[in-house]
Each structure stands twice: as structure tokens, then as C-alpha cells.
């Protein structure tokens, strides 16, 4: 096995740094330019920071690492530390960015009259939004919130998809805040006002999703790898061990050399699409990959039947005598 070199390791966290401080001061464009003036709430622990913020001055990004940080807890017991890590990262990026240019000031007033212009702030704000949530998965952060809780409620409730799950978090936050901010800033308070709230609410998930979606390439499906390579061995080892996919070995032969030559076959989630390319080009530069989107993938750790998988909790230990 091609062990990396001190200079790939030196590339890879400067990508990472690159991409973390990018998707932070996107973070905190559409919290303190967008969503905070213009009392625009998303779901997860960013709709209840920015409720917090409006209501009592509390700091955004210090209220969405406290919101996150029993959930993390949670998520750890169940699933494993290891896995909640870069969870943890992505929660701390966006959280000192938000607070640290509110402290600053750097985006007051860039936008005026947010309060008079709630719709341009949902749909900018969304895709702002959304293009912060991309560079941070594409590097394999998250930033908890929604996410987090949904993975937890599956440990309990394994047959409901997680996709429904999300859906019925987000709207209860967004319904709760809009309620809680009704009378906040001068609003009227009336069943009219909350329903605006929630309507511009659905304008910017429309818009985040969107953007992710587009930045992103379809990065949120599954996707199924052709790998060719002469260490097809050694590859699918290590895929199996590190990404714990399966992996299955066809037949095939080059036409212009008349070889046998056995090509990798895996299918990967969204954010194991980076660490498969990254581990491949380890091990061999010359490997020829071919990624495809797959409309639905059912089977052991990803779908079973109507309900989804996206992560298996710990199993737990028997205890011996």
C-alpha cells in the first residue's frame, strides 16, 4: 500500500482550512446579514439560536454550540465518537464565525432595512445558506442540528425514514420560533404574522436546498464507482475496512490489449463519495474512476423497504460470564 506523503497530508488540511473559513463567512452572511434582521428562520439548532438571538440578545453562534452540544453527546453514545467529529468541527467553524463578525460588525447594516425586505432576505439568505452547507459537506462536514436529532429518534424508531423525520423537525422548529417571535421587533403578533414567518420560512429551505443541490452536482444521492486498477486488490481491502462498503469484482477485458482485467464495483453515500476518491488516488494515481448517480439504492446500510439507513448505531456488546 502507497502510504501518504507528508506533503498530500499538508495539501489535504489546507483544503480543509480553505473550505472551513469559506462556508464560515458564508455562515455568517446569511445569519447576520439575512436571517437575524430579517427575522427569517430554517430549520435545526439555527432557527431556535436565531428565535433566542431576536428574543432575549442572546449570541446566534454561541446558541446553536449549546443547542448542538447534547446532541452530539447522544449521537457519540449511539453511533460512535469517531463518527460525530468532523460534526463537531463543522459546529465550532460556523458558530465562531457567526458570533465573531456579529462582535465585530463586519455585516451590520450592509443590508438595510432587513426587517422591510423579509422576502429578499429569505431567498438570499437561502442560498447563501445553501452554499455554505455544500463546501462544508463537500469536505465530509456537517453542522448537526436536524441532522443529528433524526439519526438519534432512528436508534428508537427505526423503520420511520430519516427523510420524514427532518421534514417533521424542521417544521416544528419553524412553526415554535415563528410563534415565539410573533410579538418581537414590533410585529403585530396576529395569526397572520406567524403564517408569513413560516411562508418566508419555506422560501428559503426552497432556496438552500436548490443551492446545495446545484453547487453540489446531485452530491446528495447515492453514487456507484467503476474503479480501474491494477491493485484492485489491495483498493478493495481497504475500501471495505476504511468506508465499510462492499465491494464486488467484475470480469472485464481491455479491447485494445486483450487483457483481463477485473474492474471494482461500490456503491457509496454522498458523504463517502470524498474519502473513496481520496483513498483510490492514494493507492493509485493512475486509477481510472467512473462515478454515476444511482436513483435509489435498497439494501443492507443504505434503504430497507420505505425506510432509510443512513447511518447503522453501535451494536451493543454481550456481556460474557
Excluded at 51 to 65: E, Q, S, W, Y
Excluded at 171 to 191: E, H, L, Q, R, Y
Excluded at 247 to 269: A, N
Amino acid at each position: 500500500m502507497k502510504l501518504p506523503t507528508k506533503n498530500s497530508w499538508v495539501r489535504e488540511i489546507l483544503t480543509d482550512a480553505i473550505y472551513l473559513i469559506a462556508s464560515g463567512l458564508l455562515f455568517a452572511i446569511a445569519y447576520n446579514m439575512f436571517f437575524v434582521p430579517g427575522q427569517i428562520f430554517i430549520g435545526g439548532a439555527g432557527g431556535i439560536a436565531t428565535a433566542l438571538n431576536i428574543l432575549f440578545g442572546l449570541p446566534t453562534g454561541t446558541m446553536i454550540t449549546v443547542i448542538n452540544i447534547p446532541l452530539v453527546i447522544l449521537f457519540a453514545i449511539f453511533y460512535g465518537a469517531r463518527s460525530c467529529v468532523k460534526a463537531v468541527v463543522g459546529i465550532l467553524v460556523s458558530s465562531v464565525f457567526v458570533d465573531g463578525t456579529a462582535a465585530l460588525g463586519i455585516f451590520d447594516g450592509l443590508f438595510p432595512n432587513a426587517a422591510d425586505n423579509r422576502l429578499l432576505c429569505a431567498l438570499f439568505g437561502g442560498i447563501v445558506l445553501g452554499a455554505a452547507v455544500a463546501f462544508m459537506f463537500t469536505r465530509g462536514y456537517s453542522t448537526g442540528g436536524s441532522d443529528l436529532i433524526a439519526l438519534i429518534v432512528k436508534v428508537f424508531m427505526p423503520k420511520i425514514s430519516t427523510h420524514n423525520l427532518l421534514f417533521a423537525i424542521e417544521t416544528a422548529v419553524v412553526i415554535g420560533a415563528s410563534v415565539m417571535t410573533k410579538n418581537a421587533n414590533g410585529s403585530d403578533g396576529t395569526f397572520a404574522a406567524v403564517l408569513m414567518s413560516i411562508f418566508f420560512s419555506v422560501i428559503t429551505t426552497f432556496m438552500q436546498t436548490n443551492a446545495f443541490n446545484i453547487i453540489n452536482s446531485g452530491f446528495d444521492k447515492t453514487r456507484v464507482a467503476y474503479i480501474f486498477t491494477d491493485r484492485y486488490e489491495e483498493i478493495a481491502d481497504v475500501l471495505m475496512k476504511e468506508i465499510n462498503r462492499g465491494v464486488t469484482l467484475i470480469d472485464g477485458q481491455g479491447w485494445y490489449t486483450k487483457e483481463s482485467k477485473k474492474i471494482i464495483f461500490c456503491v457509496v453515500k454522498k458523504n463517502e463519495i470524498f474519502n473513496l476518491k481520496t483513498l483510490v488516488r492514494k493507492m493509485d494515481e493512475n486509477a481510472f474512476m467512473i462515478l454515476s448517480e444511482a436513483t435509489e439504492t435498497i439494501g443492507k446500510g443504505f434503504k430497507a423497504g420505505v425506510a432509510d439507513i443512513s447511518i447503522e448505531p453501535k451494536k451493543k456488546k454481550k456481556k460474557t460470564e
